[in-house]
């Protein structure tokens, strides 16, 4: 039974930077994981992935937010920088083991989710 906690979310200005974190505990049959995020009246968007330690990332988030599995320590991390008021968003971690998927940003295509942590720019 796979469990995800995320941390690091907070309140941030407009061009600041957070790092987002989520420890995995009973995951040894997922091979990816991923960040969504959901902002009030909006549906739930991928935002970056990893399978097989490739990341793939949403358009709006490239060359500002990195992806990364500490597989030592099973902790995703989701590092952002140049934060803007459009990402302001409730922030999930997801995991997925459906082979073939593994850079899939659609929620269906994941089985187990965290609580999720808040991030609000201004």
């Known amino acids: 039974h796979v469990q995800l906690v995320e941390s690091g979310g907070g309140s941030v200005p407009t061009g600041g930077s957070l790092r987002l974190s989520c420890v995995i505990t009973g995951s040894s049959y997922m091979s990816y994981y991923a960040w969504f995020r959901q902002a009030p009246g909006k549906e739930r968007e991928g935002v970056a992935t990893?399978?097989?330690?490739?990341?793939f990332y949403a358009d709006f988030v490239k060359g500002r937010f990195t992806i990364s599995l500490d597989n030592a320590k099973n902790v995703l991390i989701l590092q952002m920088h140049n934060l803007q008021v459009q990402d302001t968003a409730m922030y999930y971690c997801a995991a997925g083991s459906r082979a073939g998927l593994g850079s899939s940003l659609s929620a269906p295509h994941y089985a187990a989710w965290g609580q999720g942590t808040q991030v609000t720019v201004s």
């Open positions: 990893i399978g097989g330690g490739v990341p």
